[in-house]
């Protein structure tokens, strides 16, 4: 289910997925690719009997804080967002997915994020200097 608004997610965002409801920002152009995505979530939560989605995504997204200090970064780390993202362009993903298949995911994005090498090379790029 869909529920346009005006208050969540926060601004930048597009969309958040609570409890498999599917909050869209109004102004924001939500896509088939975008509802896979949520989808993809809703999925990933009833494997986890959802408050166990939300605190396993926490903390994950906790650790990622401390060791990156980059709270866009962290989010788009954590294992739930990876296979999302990776497999949010593909619409019939949903009906081929495997059980857990976030917890393999996140091993195989780990070792092959083209996503995290842009990041860690933005970042350099960009780092004021210290002298
Ligand atoms: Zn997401």
């Known amino acids: 289910m869909i529920i346009r608004n005006s208050i969540i997610p926060v601004s930048h965002f597009t969309a958040i997925n609570l409890f498999g409801l599917i909050f869209v920002r109004r102004g924001h152009s939500f896509s088939d690719v975008d509802l896979n995505h949520e989808r993809i979530h809703t999925a990933q939560m009833l494997e986890l009997l959802v408050l166990g989605f939300y605190l396993w995504y926490l903390v994950e997204w906790l650790v990622l804080l401390v060791r990156h200090r980059n709270v866009l970064r962290a989010y788009r780390l954590i294992r739930f967002e990876r296979e999302a993202y ?30 995290e090498m842009k990041i860690i090379r933005r970042r350099k790029k960009f780092r004021p200097q210290t002298k």
């Open 86 to 115: 990776d497999h949010q362009a593909d619409l019939g993903y949903l009906r081929r997915r495997r059980l857990w298949a976030w917890a393999r995911q996140a091993e195989k994005s780990r070792i092959s994020s083209a996503d």
